[in-house]
């Protein structure tokens, strides 16, 4: 049915419960995984005309050094909920919108299968907070699997 499956991840709780169910879907079909975790760039802030503000070179170093950190733990967790006999890869896409880097982390690797945690938000708080999930769905080439 499935012969590669992308999981994504953020390190969230809600993100593991994707993971879990994810890695059972693979084990149960003989998938092979890659885990993704996508970090966002660092927030540019810009005034009422649209110009932005100067950051240091130093402060986008620890930002990015944060962040590939960050990356590193999240998929080590998740890489340790996979069972020994899953062909398991990982990657992080850094300075990278989710959605988009999801997409063509799919395409890239030649996934079948995305399956990624979601909020389930809805009305104002969808509109105000977006949902990464919905813009996946939306615009993936290959079925999407959400996990609430």
Same mark, same amino acid.
């Given at each position: 049915?499935? &012969?590669?499956?992308l ?6 709780? /809600? %993100? ?6 994810? /890695? %059972? ?18 927030? *540019? *802030? ?19 050094? %944060? ?20 062909? /398991?890869?990982?990657? &992080? *896409? ?16 030649g ?8 909020h389930?938000?809805?009305? *104002?708080?969808?509109?105000? /907070? ?19």
């Amino acid at each position: 049915m499935y &012969h590669h499956i992308l999981i994504t991840t953020d390190g969230s709780e /809600l %993100a593991r419960q994707g993971v879990d169910h994810g /890695l %059972a879907l693979a084990a149960a079909v003989g998938a092979q995984v890659t885990l993704l975790t996508v970090t966002p760039p660092y927030p *540019i *802030i810009t005034g009422m005309m649209g110009e932005g503000a100067y950051t240091p070179a130093r402060v986008l170093e620890d930002y990015d050094t %944060a962040q590939r950190e960050q990356a590193e733990t999240v998929l080590k967790a998740a890489k340790a909920s996979a069972s020994a006999d899953l062909t /398991l890869r990982t990657q &992080h *896409i850094s300075n990278a919108q989710p959605a988009d880097a999801i997409i063509g982390a799919a395409k890239e690797f030649g996934c079948d299968l995305i399956c990624m945690a979601s909020h389930g938000r809805r009305g *104002i708080r969808r509109i105000l /907070l977006g949902s990464q999930a919905s813009q996946v769905v939306s615009q993936s080439p290959v079925p999407v699997l959400i996990v609430r």
